[in-house]
């Protein structure tokens, strides 16, 4: 696990690795294209936060928006998380900047800016996102196939 966390005040440091993990084993990584993590908003020993991310969709000249919203805290036994992605639509791809100031504009958990990654595909490069965020890099290779 990544001590450094991108968010030094939460409560939960891996928790948006965690769900980067789970995104990792549900959306075949060679067709994500970016992933936002937006700031989490914590309250004492719990955060909420949001994880966006952008894949190839069917239809080439589309992405298809995930998003996976979570909650994490921290207890006496450990932590606990829990998390849903869901599949929001598709969009062109030249769309996606006004859809995620949509996000934050609309977003009932009071979001800051999200911190864009680009990913293209490159399976390394999403496992060094997860890693920076204290989840588990996968080796190369052991990704979730298409």
């Known amino acids: 696990m990544n001590a450094a966390s991108p968010f030094p005040d939460s409560p939960v440091p891996d928790a948006v690795g965690r769900v980067l993990q ?13 992933v936002w993590v937006f700031p989490p908003l914590i309250r004492g020993r719990r955060e909420w ?5 952008s ?5 080439e000249t589309q992405r298809t928006l995930f998003t996976a919203r979570y909650s994490a805290e921290l207890q006496g036994s450990g ?7 869901t599949a929001e639509g598709e969009v062109p791809p030249d769309r996606l900047p006004r859809v995620m100031d949509g996000v934050v504009r609309r977003s ?33 290779g052991q990704e979730k196939e298409a």
């Open 49 to 53: 936060g949001l994880v966006a991310v």
């Open 108 to 140: 009932d958990l009071q979001l800051g800016d999200a911190r864009e990654t680009e990913i293209g595909g490159d399976r390394e490069v999403y496992s060094a996102l997860v890693e920076e965020h204290g989840g588990v890099k996968k080796p190369s």
């Open 55 to 59: 894949a190839l969709a069917s239809e």
């Open 22 to 34: 789970e995104i990792r084993e549900r959306v075949d990584v060679e067709r994500i294209d970016r």
């Open 79 to 85: 932590t606990s998380l829990e998390f849903e992605i």
